[in-house]
């Protein structure tokens, strides 16, 4: 026996090997089987009844930007997040700025707001010590928790 393993080392360690190998492909090959799902899952079902159309996006901006404390707003969507970009004007101080976030609820159903997570980022142009702050609302709560006061 010890003759005949000696003999047929090459050949065992490449049986051995190949037998890893295909372990490892059948393993990755499960990992990502699901390639072809969508990358959220079923995350997004039911997103189609609440829809954020362009027309919302832009009767967020524009309620934003009807404060006058804004140079400018920007809205985006990923997934079932809402994220809000504000750049403020200079003299504007941190506890005006917090209420634009319920400009951007204003605009919204019901159902969206229990649908989506909203992210708003004040900014501004020049440096501020206070400046950016985040506010974020979770679909389930009915208001704004912001980054810690610096």
């Known amino acids: 026996m010890k003759k005949k393993i000696k003999d047929n080392k090459v050949i065992i360690i490449i049986v051995i090997a190949l037998i890893i190998l295909s372990i490892i492909l059948v393993k ?33 901006i524009e309620n934003i930007e009807s404060t006058e404390r804004v140079q400018k707003v920007s809205v ?36 969206q707001k229990k649908f989506y997570d909203i992210q708003i980022f004040l900014k501004k142009k020049t440096e501020d010590p206070v400046f950016p702050i985040i506010g974020y609302r979770h679909h389930n709560k009915e208001t704004f928790s912001w980054t810690l006061d610096r």
């Open 76 to 111: 985006n969507l990923q997934g079932k997040i809402i994220n809000i970009e504000v750049i403020l004007k200079d003299e504007i101080a941190r506890e005006d700025a917090k209420p634009l976030a319920d400009k951007v609820v204003e605009k919204l159903t019901d159902e």
């Open 28 to 60: 990755l090959l499960d990992n990502y089987s699901n390639e072809s799902g969508a990358i959220y899952g079923s995350r997004l079902d039911g997103i189609e009844k609440v829809e954020i159309t362009s027309k919302i996006k832009k009767d967020i």
